[in-house]
């Protein structure tokens, strides 16, 4: 299942490993191929999230869950950045399998003490200053998530048809990624749920949470949106193009000055 490239240079340090989950069909954006692989300025989705993880000083490297089909492009855009990729690991059924598959093969390969920080490719606005929020605020716990204040008010439904109770805003979070684990202490959180388990489970922290492991909640990033449908994949676009072009407006401003 996995193809390491690089393990022989392991540091004594602990390290934190980007894992990069790339493994989804992107059904909902109605693409023919992976959201992730649509291309943006001529660029893969993906390439965005890469660009970001893999100059970051305090991440040692990436894993990234994807197809083997699809290694042939990973492999060009991480050529930009040498010795940065660390390997590969094949996507489960859901998101949740994924990720226990990259887990369960860094354990073959790291130390307990290292850390893993699970990111989506569908999300390319993360930015260095959360990666690195994410990092400082482990301090002494297991995990690390980002979220985000609930505004609206929530409801709870029992049947689906009737209001059950108004839930408490104050008290609620959206997670979002990337989330930050000590690698073990992850890994270990997985090894006591059943497959059926883990395919009920649709957040990265959830598995932590029903262990009893000890996360830490810092402020999210709202630009740090997930793409899910093709008008979250249009507004990225919409951004990238607006960044291209004032970066050529600036470089124009420069020369007519020069």
Not at 67 to 89: C, N, Q, V, W
Not at 114 to 136: K, Y
Not at 144 to 172: A, C, F, K, Q, W
Request: with cysteine.
């Amino acid at each position: 299942m996995t193809n390491h490239t690089q393990y022989d240079k392991i540091s004594p340090a602990p390290m934190c490993i980007a894992i990069l989950l790339a493994g989804g069909t992107g059904s909902r954006v109605g693409t023919e191929i992976p959201k992730q692989y649509q291309l943006v300025n001529g660029r893969p989705l993906i390439a965005y999230s890469i660009d970001t993880l893999a100059v970051h000083p305090l991440i040692s490297g990436l894993w990234i869950v994807a197809e083997e089909d699809y290694e042939p492009i990973l492999y060009k855009i991480t050529s930009a950045y040498p010795g940065r990729l660390m390997g590969f690991s094949r996507p489960g059924k859901t998101r949740q399998l994924s990720i226990r598959n990259a887990v369960f093969d860094l354990c073959s390969h790291c130390k307990d003490d290292d850390r893993i920080l699970i990111h989506d490719s569908a999300r390319p606005c993360v930015t260095p200053e959360l990666i690195t929020q994410c990092i400082e605020a482990l301090g002494q716990h297991d995990g690390v998530m980002p979220v985000l204040p609930v505004t609206d008010t929530v409801y709870l439904s029992e049947d689906g048809s009737t209001i059950s109770s108004l839930l408490d805003r104050n008290h609620l979070y959206a997670g979002q990624a990337p989330e930050l684990f000590r690698l073990k202490a992850y890994a270990d959180a997985m090894r006591q749920l059943s497959e059926e388990d883990l395919l009920a489970i649709h957040g990265s922290t959830e598995p932590a949470v029903m262990a009893g492991l000890d996360i830490a909640l810092i402020p999210g990033d709202i630009g740090n949106y997930k793409i899910t449908t093709p008008e979250d994949l249009e507004r990225f676009r919409s951004m990238a193009d607006r960044q291209i072009n004032s970066f050529a407006n600036i470089n124009e401003r420069k020369k007519a000055h020069q």
